[in-house]
């Protein structure tokens, strides 16, 4: 049974450009949200996706947006990279929004903006 | 507002030793959830418990332990007998029960241990 999948699993950008991080959850799982973690500290809400819908975001600007595809895949997409934006990015999987269930992370992808 | 509070920034001990990992959460809501995660230097987030607010009872799976005590708003992490493959960085993480799996994680203490 494969767990959460990311890639790539490094990236370098240089500011201004545009990204995207891609995430597969865990089987039979239909919910993903994404956190950004900063070196040093813990990982930071920033969306997530069910039935193709964002359901909730934490406070990251527009610049951040996302997509869930039919297959419960997702996408993260950054526009207009800042240095500031260099993170691990992690993908959290989970079945349903009930809220009860525990939520498995990916390996993350590691961004650098140069 | 919910906010997890993790002290201990780095704690270094050697190999057999005991050592508890400080966790402190505040939150206004009476229904809840805490969680601690291992995070090895791969950088994948290792599930390790959940907890539920009105379960107190503490917890024990092999060399790991967690005790819970709502009046400090504490859920502290023990590991007996830590063994270098334990050196991680260590999360401890709140969520509310509706809040559709929003997390609130601490910044995480980072143990070392040394044969």
């Known amino acids: 049974d494969a767990g959460v999948t990311q890639s790539p699993t490094h990236l370098i950008k240089t500011r201004g450009q545009q990204v995207t991080l891609r995430c597969s959850p865990k089987?039979?799982?239909?919910?993903v949200s994404w956190y950004q973690q900063a070196l040093g500290q813990g990982p930071q809400f920033i969306f997530q996706?069910?039935?193709?819908?964002?359901?909730q975001r934490g406070n990251f600007p527009d610049r951040f947006s996302g997509h869930q595809f039919p297959n419960y895949s997702s996408e993260l997409n950054v526009n207009a990279l800042l240095l500031g934006d260099s993170a691990l990015y992690l993908c959290?999987?989970?079945?349903?929004?009930?809220?009860?269930?525990?939520?498995?992370f990916g390996p993350g992808t590691r961004l650098l903006v140069l | 507002a919910q906010k997890v509070t993790q002290a201990q920034t780095e704690i270094s001990v050697v190999e057999k030793e005991d050592v508890t990992l400080d966790c402190v959460y505040e939150?206004?809501?009476?229904?809840?959830?805490l969680f601690w995660y291992k995070q090895p230097p791969s950088g994948e987030l290792v599930f390790l418990i959940r907890?539920?607010?009105?379960?107190?009872q503490n917890e024990i799976s092999g060399r790991y332990s967690w005790n819970f005590q709502k009046s400090t708003s504490s859920f502290n992490f023990t590991i007996t007998a830590s063994q270098v493959v334990d050196s991680a960085v260590y999360f401890c993480?709140?969520?509310?029960?509706?809040?559709?799996?929003?997390?609130?994680f601490g910044s995480g203490t980072k143990l070392n241990v040394k044969p």
């Open positions: 907890r539920n607010s009105f379960d107190e």
């Open positions: 993480a709140l969520r509310h029960r509706y809040n559709f799996n929003k997390f609130y």
């Open positions: 996706y069910y039935e193709e819908e964002e359901r």
């Open positions: 939150t206004r809501d009476t229904t809840y959830y």
């Open positions: 089987s039979g799982h239909d919910t």
């Open positions: 959290a999987s989970s079945s349903g929004t009930g809220g009860q269930e525990t939520q498995y």
